[in-house]
């Protein structure tokens, strides 16, 4: 594991028992069909004919620093071995990787599912996100909690039922927006009890989640005292409140009033502002969905400095401009609407060349979907289209046709920064694997991907590299392009404190309190 992403994810995944059947349905190619078609079984328990004893053969396995030509040999869900030539008996399935790349399962670090948000929920439950995640290669993911009524018991409580049909497995992260007491002994319960270590801070959306300044500071306090990872969402709210009301007053009312009302100047003050403060706080931070170069540039400095800061680029910061949002059909352009904006061309080379550099750590999607209908409530108004675009099912073929493709990155790097390097393809791992083929090729489209939104703004995307098969808890859910997931078969993890990014805080704090020289002695006389 690289120790700079193991406040993500826990060293081994622990296997899935499955219970339940569930595939892509002929009537629906976005939703899914009955199980019987794949397992040749009338109910929905998986047969003892299914193997769950699988050889990979004869690829390149890839890990975070290393690759190999290698066989590789699931068993019971756990990785056995790795290595040339393995011969096994007729009752293995053998897939055959022979010029393909094989490699950990992704994990996408930040995603929205059945999230209610500006007047209405993310069209994406648990399970259709998950399952679109897995067509693309995703094996794990980390979605945000938003408390109820400022309860984070209760938003926990309402986030577990949501999960309970997830095809795959996932970890929580926490929203922050209010502060007293009780949200103060609750963080403790969520840490010590119910597996979060990370806390998310919205410096946006007045009036709805955004936290002013001696709340952020609460919270980044509290955050450093459990060992948990403080996390921002930098966008200036106050000054985005103006510039909206700006674009109104110049009768500015459509998708492009939503990126000139919070350019990236406010992202990059929002960055700098919270850099700051864990400075003076002395507690790490990760900066989600970096989307400008303003952003960037704080960030580079912060770890130059030798702060510990995280940036996480979204892939459509990566690869969109926001031209779109000028298009003159509304639900066109409606559908590029996210926050903090897609930005003007040359953003998104920048982050690919920090990304690239080690400037920023890891690809995540913030995959937040409505349809047509929902993004159309703000037809009349750019402030109430509800902000969010999808990423789960693209976001490894798209890394890998930008990245790697282009030389930017390495096959091992693609490794580090979409899984993170905690989920490897080792013995002794939990059997999360995908088969990668470099030669073939992919189209992205609203009408093929396995989401429940009617729109994709990768729409008509071309490009080289294919995950032809995904592997999760040691079951083939990938393949031939057919899926065949099951519902409740996903499982959460938990995830410990105090990860590296915590080491030697403590000598930090009593090295600045020695340096103090103070209280100074002084006669009362």
Known sequence: MDPSMEFLIPLVLVLVLFSTLFTITESNQNQFCDATNIYGNSGCNVPSSVSSKILINGGTVVNAHHKEVADVYIEDGIIVAVQPNIKVGDDIKVIDATGKFVMPGGIDPHTHLAMEFMGSETIDDFLSGQTAALAGGTTMHIDFVIPVNGSLSAGYEAYIEKATRSCMDYGFHMAITKWNETVSEEMEIMVNEKGMNSFKFFLAYKGSFMVNDELLMEGLKKCKSLGALAMVHAENGDAVFEGQKRMIELGITGPEGHALSRPPVLEGEATARAIRLISFVNTPLYVVHVMSIDAMEEIARARKSGQRVVGEPVVSGLLLNDSVLWDPDFHFAARYVMSPPIRTPGHGTALQAALAM???????????????????????????????????????HLVWDTMVVSGQISVTDYVRITSTECNTCWVGSDADIIILNPNSSFEISSKSHHYRTDTNVYEGWRGKGKVEVTIAGGRVVWENDELKVIPGAGKYIEMPPFSYLFDGIDKADAKYLSSLRAPVKRSTT
């Open 358 to 396: 080690g400037l920023l750590q890891l690809v995540g999607t913030d995959h937040c979907t409505f349809n047509s209908t929902q993004k159309a409530l703000g037809i009349d108004d750019f402030r109430k289209i509800p902000n969010g675009v999808n990423g789960m099912e693209e976001r490894m």
